[in-house]
Structures are given as structure tokens and as C-alpha cells.
């Protein structure tokens, strides 16, 4: 991997550029927004590790790359499962795994290992997290949240469904605002981590394992394959692991969230018609722009409309978990992280589908005899 050199990156000045940055905020801010408001980290910290590492993964790769939170374990430290010290220490462990792995140019070894339908799995048990997450946090003001199901229909049935949350989140944004008073911008300076404040147990490494499992399938597989598509350009999967590794070795340490790339972001990013680098270069100064204006306002944000955002992640992300080769494998890894964990879920899934592969090898061999 290299440094794109600005004669060899592709730069435009299109508005195509800006309608794709939005393309790529669709599930970030619902999920950062969540995660600051229920957790002690800064959003204003929040936001500056997305707008940092938005332009340099656009000067790096050359053409639109996603950068996005790190869904299974966003998704545990909003529902509980994991305090914010292991949500940190998870993100630690999984930038070191990645940096290693795609350093070493095992990826592209491993990736067959985690099949198609333990990647749904996880993907589909972690929509049901933020889903019971979301219908729970709705429920504790119900008119409020019902203004926010019909503002999110209004959405829908108006064509917008793709940003349905981002109305939604605008809602509620429009509400803090009004309740959080004057704002004083500030840029949010990042602040070392306490490394006492890191908690590296059990459910961390659990959590870590399942995010693994999605980000080897959505964030390092499945990206590459986009790129080479839409932007004809190359990015292996080692090549995503190693920067997705050092992203967060470098982010978290300094008030940054767990971030990686993902295929979401990146067609995002195309069906709103990016098509350069320069959408990276936008969407950064987005971030920071809100890094500077909105800290103030996230303590104020109402959480029956965060649990309405909250439900619409998880629908995006369950219908992702759904498209699925193998539905009861899927289903049982699901259900697994749901009532269990991600990192159980995760082992249940690749002896699943180590089993499932061997039987249909046999049946296969035995139809040929």
C-alpha cells in the first residue's frame, strides 16, 4: 500500500462529490450520535477521528473510501453489553489483529475460513441488539418517539429511504438545539487515553472476535471487490486490514471510536455520485465542522428519537444479514449473539459451516459414486 500521489488520484469538483460525502454518513452519524450519548466519550472527539481519517484515507487510496464506526461492538456499548473500557479495549485488540493480519498478507488466506453465513449471522445478531436497544430507549417517551416513526415515514414514503435516519436524526438534533441553549464552537482537542480506564475481559475479546468476523467479510472483502467495481482501482483485503489496524491503533488512543471501512459506506458514497476522492476530502471537513458546532448539544439529544434511530440502523443492517446463502446457519448465529454473545456466536458460526461444508462435501462425493 502507498500514498497516492496527487498526479496518479483522482480529484473532481462535481457536486456529485457532496451528495456522495452524504451518501456515507447515512448509518455513521446515527451510530456516533448514539454512541456519545450513552456512553462518557466526546462526541466533539467522535466526530474529529472521522473527519481526520476521512481525508487521509481519500489522499491514501486516491478514490472514495468509507470510513465507519465498528458496528458489532458500537452496537454492544450502546445496548450494555460491554462498559466503555471494553469498548475501547475491544477496538484496541481488533486494530492490533487487523495491523498484523494484513501485514502479513493472511487475509486473502483467512477470509475463506469465515463463510458468507457467519458474516450474516453476525450482522443479523447484531441488528437485533440495536433493534431491542431501540424499541426499549423508544418506549421511555413514546409521543416524542411516535413524531419520529412518522418523520421517518415521511421519508420512505417520499422515495428518501436511504436517509430516512438522518431526518430522523435532524429531528432530534433540532430538539437538543432548542434545549441545549447558545452553542460556543470549539474545536474538541484530543486527550490521551487513561490506560487504567481499559477493561480487556472476556465479553472484549468475545466482542472483538465478532467484529472480526464482519469486518474480514463487509470491511476488507467485500470493499475490495467494490472498489476494483466502481472505481476501478485496486485496495486488496490486506490492504484495508493494515490501514483499518493502524487506524485505530493511532484514533483510539487519542478519544477516537473503533472505525474501519466498510462496502456500506462506499456504495453509499457511489449511488450519491461520488466518484473521486475529493467526497473524502468534503465529508472530513463535514465531520469537522459538526466536531466544532454540536458538542455541546448531545447531552440534550432526546433518547426516545435516538432509540427510533437506533431501529432503523438495525432494519438497514438486518436486511444486509438476511440476504444470506445459508438462512438457518445465519438464523442460529443471530439468535446466538442475541441471547449470548458476538464472540459466541462467532464460534458457533465457523463450526457450523466447517460441519455444513463437510456433510455437503460427502453428499456430493456419495451423488458422484
Known amino acids: 500500500m502507498r500514498f497516492a500521489g496527487w498526479t496518479e488520484s483522482r480529484f473532481d469538483v462535481a457536486w456529485g462529490e457532496v451528495t456522495g460525502a452524504v451518501g456515507d454518513t447515512v448509518t455513521v452519524l446515527p451510530i456516533v450520535v448514539a454512541v456519545a450519548a450513552l456512553t462518557d466519550l466526546s462526541l466533539g472527539r467522535l466526530l474529529l477521528g472521522f473527519a481526520v481519517f476521512q481525508v487521509v484515507w481519500g489522499l491514501w487510496y486516491g478514490h ?3 470510513v465507519e464506526p ?3 461492538l458500537a452496537a454492544l456499548v450502546i445496548a450494555g453489553g460491554l462498559s466503555t473500557g471494553e469498548y475501547v479495549a475491544a477496538g484496541l485488540l481488533a486494530g492490533g489483529t487487523l495491523l498484523v493480519v494484513g501485514r502479513a498478507g493472511m487475509l486473502g488466506r483467512l477470509a475463506p475460513y469465515v463463510g458468507e453465513p457467519v458474516v450474516r449471522g453476525i450482522q443479523l445478531g447484531v441488528a437485533l441488539i440495536l433493534l431491542r436497544t431501540g424499541v426499549t430507549t423508544g418506549l421511555e417517551t ?3 418517539a411516535a413524531l419520529a416513526v412518522v418523520v421517518a ?7 428518501y429511504r436511504e436517509v430516512a435516519a438522518l431526518a430522523v436524526l435532524a429531528l432530534g438534533a433540532a430538539v437538543a ?3 441545549a441553549g447558545p452553542i460556543t464552537p470549539r474545536l474538541p482537542a484530543p486527550t490521551l487515553l487513561d490506560p487504567a480506564t481499559l477493561s480487556f475481559s472476556r465479553d472484549a475479546a468475545g466482542a472483538t472476535l465478532g467484529q472480526l468476523a464482519m469486518t474480514v467479510g463487509n470491511a476488507a472483502v467485500a470493499t475490495s471487490l467494490l472498489v476494483e467495481e466502481y472505481f476501478d482501482a485496486e485496495a486488496s483485503p490486506d490492504d484495508l486490514s493494515t490501514s483499518m489496524g493502524a487506524m485505530n491503533l493511532l484514533a483510539v488512543p487519542l478519544g477516537a471510536m473503533p472505525m474501519c471501512h466498510g462496502s456500506g459506506g462506499v456504495a453509499g458514497k457511489y449511488a450519491f455520485g461520488a466518484r473521486t476522492a475529493t467526497s473524502n476530502l468534503v ?3 463535514l465531520y469537522l465542522l459538526l466536531a466544532v458546532v454540536a458538542v455541546d448539544a448531545v447531552a440534550a439529544f432526546p433518547m426516545a428519537v435516538l432509540g427510533v434511530v437506533l ?3 438495525a432494519v438497514e443492517l438486518g436486511c444486509s444479514g438476511v440476504d444470506t446463502p445459508d438462512p438457518l446457519l445465519t438464523g442460529v448465529v443471530g439468535i446466538v449473539a442475541l441471547l449470548v454473545n458476538v464472540g459466541v456466536a462467532f464460534g458457533v458460526g465457523i463450526v457450523g459451516y466447517y460441519v455444513l461444508a463437510r456433510v455437503r462435501e460427502g453428499d456430493s462425493e456419495a451423488e458422484n459414486d
Do not use: E, F, R
Not at 415515514?153 to 422515495?159: E, K, M
Open 153 to 159: 415515514l415521511g421519508a420512505i414514503v417520499t422515495g
Open 177 to 179: 438545539l432548542g434545549a
Open 283 to 285: 465529508l472530513g471537513g
Open 142 to 144: 413514546p409521543s416524542l
Open 70 to 72: 465498528m458496528k458489532a
Open 311 to 313: 431501529v432503523l440502523v
Open 64 to 66: 472514495p473510501m468509507s
